[in-house]
T-cell receptor, first 111, second 116 residues
Framework: AQTVTQSQPEMSVQEAETVTLSCTYD???????LFWYKQPPSRQMILVIR??????QNATENRFSVNFQKAAKSFSLKISDSQLGDAAMYFC????????FGAGTRLTVKP | DAGVIQSPRHEVTEMGQEVTLRCKPI?????LFWYRQTMMRGLELLIY????????DSGMPEDRFSAKMPNASFSTLKIQPSEPRDSAVYFC??????????????FGEGSWLTVV
């Protein structure tokens, strides 16, 4: 079974700065999907960004981008120009027939 | 689209009582997932359905838990009898399993269950 590892339980960033959240995964598949979800205090799970494994180009959504290293099975999330509203739990997830989540990284944004 | 709709949003019940959580997936989605989130265990996949058929229920903690999907627009997760350790946020999610959608899962707002 695939596993998703987020090695940073907590991260902190100054407002307007850039922060990178790490994620590694384990799989024997060659075609799959990777996601980052954000969970603010409201507990709503919100999709931030997704990456298809067969696409070499890193996905980008406004201030959010990923660094996808397929050979290394690494999928990090970069948040540029951090805003107070970015404070949340961030979950990395892997899809191949079902969705598995990492343990999450709690991001604090300091004003 | 209204998104994934869950009910109740909050429930407090006494130990031993039956709890039924309900979910309406996004119309047209053919995958439905039930997750449980706790501080200790994080997000756990309990069960998921494809075209109303349970595909993997290996995450269901024990026989007290059961899930059904009688039709494409409705699913239930039942706990009977409930125990304090079942207290958690239960999420329902759905997705359209086509390559075009990238299999993005859309979550409901969750059902906060407290068993006292």
């Amino acid at each position: 079974a695939q596993t998703v590892t987020q090695s940073q339980p907590e991260m902190s960033v100054q407002e307007a700065e850039t922060v990178t959240l790490s994620c590694t995964y384990d799989t024997s598949e060659s075609d799959y999907y990777l996601f980052w979800y954000k969970q603010p205090p409201s507990r709503q799970m919100i999709l931030v960004i997704r990456q298809e494994a067969y696409k070499q180009q890193n996905a980008t959504e406004n201030r959010f981008s990923v660094n996808f290293q397929k050979a290394a099975k690494s999928f990090s999330l970069k948040i540029s120009d951090s805003q107070l509203g970015d404070a949340a739990m961030y979950f990395c997830a892997y899809w191949d027939n079902d969705m598995r989540f990492g343990a999450g990284t709690r991001l604090t944004v300091k004003p | 689209d209204a998104g994934v709709i869950q009910s109740p949003r909050h429930e407090v019940t006494e130990m031993g009582q039956e709890v039924t959580l309900r979910c309406k997936p996004i119309s047209g989605h053919d995958y439905l997932f039930w997750y449980r989130q706790t501080m200790m265990r994080g997000l756990e996949l309990l069960i998921y359905f494809n075209n109303n058929v349970p595909i993997d229920d290996s995450g269901m903690p024990e026989d007290r838990f059961s899930a059904k999907m009688p039709n494409a627009s409705f699913s239930t997760l039942k706990i009977q009898p409930s125990e304090p350790r079942d207290s958690a946020v239960y999420f329902c999610a759905s997705s359209l399993a086509s390559s075009g959608s990238g299999n993005t899962i859309y979550f409901g707002e969750g059902s906060w269950l407290t068993v006292v």
